[in-house]
């Protein structure tokens, strides 16, 4: 299965929200896949934020691709050293609505609970949503 991901994988591309032409179509091509880990959650302040971010993040996306997001559910800071850092705090429900409104099916949804409390991060679940690109945001 390895062997198999190593040949179908034509390219992984960084996606830097700051930089201005970094998902630009004559840098990025179209991909089949995105995949996104507790990223959309740290960068943005509001739902409206995240949603821009959602919707710029994949818009490289084909039409039939497919997002798979790790979302921190609940959540309030994380802690880097001794520095303290905001995280937009959603709930499943909220994020579902947001990535349908971003042109995408959900195929598959699930939670996982929080490990164990801690001082470093303050999440109460881990949302995981694989969703497939039917439109344009």
Request: net charge positive; aromatic share 10%; hydrophobic share 40%.
């Amino acid at each position: 299965m390895e062997d198999q991901a190593r040949k179908a994988i034509k390219g992984v591309y960084k996606w830097d929200n700051h930089e201005t032409h970094g998902l630009d179509p004559a840098v990025v091509p179209q991909v089949d896949c995105v995949v996104s880990l507790w990223l959309l959650t740290m960068i943005s302040k509001t739902k409206d934020d995240f949603q821009r971010n959602l919707e710029r993040f994949t818009s490289r996306l084909k039409i039939g691709g497919r997002l798979m997001m790790f979302v921190p559910l609940k959540m309030t800071f994380y802690m880097v050293g001794h520095h303290r850092y905001f995280c937009l705090s959603l709930e499943e429900l909220e994020v579902q609505e947001l990535v349908i409104k971003a042109g995408f099916i959900i195929e598959k949804s699930s939670l996982i609970n929080a490990v164990e409390p801690s001082d470093c991060v303050n999440y109460k679940h881990l949302g995981f949503v694989l969703a497939r690109k039917v439109k344009e945001a």
